[in-house]
């Protein structure tokens, strides 16, 4: 697999194909210009998803191009949908 050589904070594959790449930006803003910087980052990884995750998605100055964008309110939120739908197993 030719892989870039870029440190990503989130990667996840399944049998040797990535599924997912994408960064965490834990402060209180991001502009613009570090946005860009990291559509570049991320785009150079093909056939696969893109995320960013952030504390809150409102804080963005802009939002990205073809990155799905996730802060902790939406994250908990799916978490929970999901939990609520799984059935519990049994012996």
């Known amino acids: 697999m030719n892989k870039p050589s870029l440190q990503l ?3 996840f594959g399944d049998f040797n194909k990535l599924k997912v790449v994408g960064e965490v930006k834990w402060k209180k803003s991001i502009n613009r210009s570090e946005i860009k910087k990291l559509e570049e980052k991320l ?3 093909k056939d696969c998803s893109k995320l960013l995750v952030v504390p809150d998605e409102n ?3 802009y939002i990205p191009n073809g990155i799905d964008v996730g802060d902790t309110n939406k994250i908990l ?3 929970k ?3 609520s739908n799984t059935k519990p197993r049994g012996f």
Do not use: T
């Open 9 to 11: 904070d989130l990667c």
């Open 77 to 79: 939120r799916e978490i």
């Open 59 to 61: 804080n963005l100055d």
């Open 81 to 83: 949908i999901r939990l």
């Open 43 to 45: 785009w150079r990884f």
